[in-house]
């Protein structure tokens, strides 16, 4: 099957900085991927849907200001959480879909101090 | 948009009986539906998946059905084993591109006994 990777697995900032989340589909080309957050012990929840080359459509309630995506190029989708604070500490994983199926990347958890 | 409902919340069972998941939806235009396991930390990972042209699918221990009457679709597994153990999320989408969307049901805890 497809391969999607995340960088970084993990990591851990202070309140207010700023982290990028790259989300990589290694054997194939992805003009269209989806992030999503998953809280401890809740469902996968869709942010956005990053499109390459143009700008992601973001889901009701999702700050775009604040998840700023990024879809450069057909393997490569980044998510910036800006200005982070406690209560953005998840679970960020990504995806794309081909042939039909939705590939995850392994997740990156995020924790903010 | 559309609305995946999924219960129990949590199922207990011993090893070697059958766990059976459903799943309901809301928009009768979604035709791609999927089952993910997702162990602690990890990632989900696609155990099966059926299309609204069919009602059945079997994958060894583990089978899928439609209901698109009634909009509700289940996960059977059978001869439950302890690394079976993990959460389940049904989803549904409108397969209708790459760009089509998944909505998630909010997951059940299977625990299997030894």
């Known amino acids: 099957g497809a391969v999607v990777s995340q960088h970084p697995s993990w990591v851990i900032c202070k309140s207010g900085t700023s982290v990028k989340i790259e989300c990589r589909s290694l054997?194939?080309?992805?003009?269209?991927m989806f992030w999503y957050r998953q809280f401890p012990k809740q469902s996968l929840m869709l942010m956005a849907t990053?499109?390459?080359?143009?700008?992601?459509?973001?889901e009701q309630g999702v700050e775009k200001d604040k998840f700023l995506i990024n879809h450069a190029s057909l393997t490569l989708s980044t998510l910036t959480v800006t200005s982070a604070h406690p209560e953005d500490s998840s679970f960020y994983i990504c995806?794309?879909?081909?042939?039909?199926?939705?590939?995850f990347g392994p997740g990156t958890r995020l924790t903010v101090l | 948009g559309e609305n995946v409902e999924q219960h129990p919340s949590t199922l207990s069972v011993q090893e070697g009986d059958s766990a059976v998941i459903k799943c309901t939806y809301s928009?009768?235009?979604?035709?791609?539906f999927p089952w993910y396991k997702q162990e602690l930390g990890k990632r989900p990972q696609l155990i099966i998946d059926?299309?609204?042209?069919?009602g059945e699918k079997k994958d060894q221990r583990i089978a899928v059905t439609l209901n698109k009457t009634a909009k509700h679709f289940s996960l059977h597994i059978t001869e439950t084993q302890p690394e079976d153990s993990a959460v389940y999320f049904c989803?549904?989408?409108?397969?209708?591109?790459?760009?089509?969307?998944?909505?998630f049901g909010k997951g059940i805890t299977l625990s299997v006994r030894p």
């Open positions: 059926i299309r609204s042209n069919v």
């Open positions: 989803a549904a989408s409108r397969e209708s591109g790459a760009n089509s969307k998944l909505t």
């Open positions: 990053s499109n390459e080359g143009s700008k992601a459509t973001y």
């Open positions: 995806s794309a879909r081909v042939s039909g199926e939705q590939f």
């Open positions: 928009d009768s235009a979604s035709n791609y």
């Open positions: 054997d194939f080309q992805a003009t269209t």
